[in-house]
């Protein structure tokens, strides 16, 4: 069977797959938060990031559960909150625990080692002690909430630990577990003192899903050479033997659900928001530049602002013609290596302004919040050059967004040869994210792209992110988990 091209043969396959299953998604973060005022009021918050921005309309098609963590109190909530399809279980950690997995072991000490940023990670006994206690509370959430039957689907560095908790505490039903952000080199990996225990912990799952096959390759070297595990490559890919069992290992980059934001980007409405939004930016007769990020150090901000700074250095004919929006999104923010990264943005931003502004002329504006979808569509199709500039990122969900959104065919994306996106988006404009000189020429090579070229270009982009939508992901993972769980018995492998 093909790939399936839309949410009802993803839906479909589903069923013949794995007759009557659920699917139970982990990840450390809900996709939906019911946040209290000081009196008593209640809204809804959605939370930025590529992962539940992906999951999200998979759940809603889908249904099932989705197990996250939080700290303080539980939660259960029925989402979305305008027509419930699915339940969220939030998970309430006590305040330190949550602190120490959260902002230690996982963001301060996986996160940049898994960027290659290795003098900022940081590996404390006590971070590892609550990484271990809070992964094994979502083990036992989730061999509570799911059948054998049922497709368990976890995500991320924030979990590596639940696969083999979750067998430990007897559940034998298919295990999935997709890792989002780059598997560092061996050499990297060896900096990480629980590597082993992560390795194995893992390896408890049937089917283990990266963004690129160099987070494949790296994975699989690590568990031979620090787990002795075997390497099996067939027509079905890689597997890993270790201990008796055996875990397929693949590389399937995640994508967006490209119906919906076609759908946005054609209805009428943005249609109107663009207006508004080009007079409220006053972008009369300037084009725009467009960086939509988490205010996170491994997305280049500091050193794409400088590079644009350098183009208007080097151009002076695009003064008063251009202008650089960035979306920053705070993240993290107790962690004091996010806050240096928002304060070293904003003075970077003011530099510029203060350096090159002249009366109604403003080149760079940062804008420090979350945007709902259909306002990001609307910034999307507005934007003549889209701007990802990640130092190392897993694969960047922003890219595709922009590319699905330009339903009109226009606009540039320059987009980092680092971010794994860039495996399937090689039509985008390539930009060498450490140096401000290569980021003011890539910048300058799509401004001034000719319309063809931009067409060209956009047209080639548009189609690869239509070959992989979020849907034909899900198909690949359910496929691969199929013929990984129940245990395959090794034959018709060749060792390597
Ligand atoms: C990245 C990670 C996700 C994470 C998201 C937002 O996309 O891969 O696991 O959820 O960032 O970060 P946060 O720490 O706010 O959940």
Redesign the pocket.
Known sequence: MSAPESESDAAGLMESLFPGARLIVA???APYRLVSGVHGESHWER??????AALDPLMQRFGGVWVAAQSGDGQELDVPPEDPTYQVEVLGVPAETYRAY?NGYS?GGLWPLCHNLVERAHFRPSDWHSYRQVNHMFATQIARVARTEDVVFL????LALVPGYLRSLGHTGPIAHFW??PWPPTVVLRLLPERRLLLQGLLEADWLGFQTEDSVDSFASAARKELGARILRDADGVRLLYEGRLTQVAAVPISIDTERIEEIARDPLTEGRIHKLRSRLGLHDSALMLGVD?LDYTKGIPARLDGFARLLARYPSLHGRVRFVQIGVP??TEIQDYRRLASAVRRRVAEINRRFRTPGWLPVRLVERNLRLDQLVALYRLADVAVVSSLYD?LNLVAKEYVAARVDGGGALCLSETAGAYHELRDAFPLSPLSPERIAEGLARAIFATEEERERRMERLRAAVAANTIHTWLGRVLRGLRSAAPQLSGENATPV
Not at 47 to 52: E, S, V
Not at 155 to 158: E, F, N, P, V
């Open positions: 990840a450390n973060r939370p930025a990031g590529g992962l539940t959260y963001n995500h991320d560095y924030q989002h952000i988490r993240t993290r897993g």
